[in-house]
């Protein structure tokens, strides 16, 4: 048998070159032999209109990465302007079509006794948007009292519609220009999840 071929199967059929490593040989025809060739990484072998063929697998609900952004550095704030929690993750998508679901656990939070409109305000962002309001009022008291050691979650699906890559992280504020509301007190673990779900 000469290298690279193979023999006739029946009835005289003529040999049938295989150019590649992993090329496959199929009946295309009650006496004609057909080469397919290798398919790419990851793909599949199916059937399209009765014949052989590679094709790559539909990513429908399935989990294709994870990321996960920690931080147990303390940050402060007694303004009303949003500011960096430090918590933040970055994820390049595969698929445009992908959705990403995010996962935040903001730990160690609190409000100080300096004033009596003390409330913490907390966003999710992705790439200077915010996506979710995570707490409005939290701890809110209408007195001059210390609140801590709170933890805020939330589960947000998000579609970025984009391979490139997006960074997530959390915002916080006071509700009033006074005294101070602050995350990762005592050096409490933050954390956020970026899970790609394929379409």
Do not use: C, H
Not at 54 to 75: C, D, E, F, N, Y
Not at 149 to 159: E, G, M
């Amino acid at each position: 048998m000469t290298a690279g071929r193979i023999p006739s199967i029946e009835g005289g059929i003529q040999p049938t070159l295989l150019t590649t490593t992993g090329d496959i040989i199929y009946a295309s025809s009650a006496s004609n032999p057909a080469r397919l060739a290798i398919g790419s990484s990851a793909q599949v072998l199916t059937v399209s209109g009765g014949i052989p063929a590679w094709s790559t697998p539909a990513g429908g609900g399935k989990v294709l990465q994870v990321i996960m952004g920690t931080t147990s550095t303390r940050a402060t704030n007694s303004t009303t302007t949003y500011a960096d929690t430090n918590l933040t993750g970055t994820i390049t998508p595969s698929s445009a079509t992908s959705k990403v679901l995010v996962l935040v656990s903001q730990s160690g939070v609190q409000r100080s006794n300096g004033n009596s409109g003390n409330a913490l305000l907390l966003q999710l962002q992705r790439e200077g948007t915010s996506i979710a309001q995570i707490s409005n009022e939290g701890m809110e008291t209408d007195t001059a009292l210390r609140q801590g050691d709170f933890t805020y979650n939330i589960a947000y699906l998000d579609s970025p519609a984009t391979t490139s890559a997006r960074t997530y992280k959390t915002q916080f504020k006071n509700r009033v220009a006074a005294a101070l509301v602050s995350v990762q007190e005592a050096s409490e673990l933050s954390t956020i999840i970026l899970m790609e779900i394929g379409a």
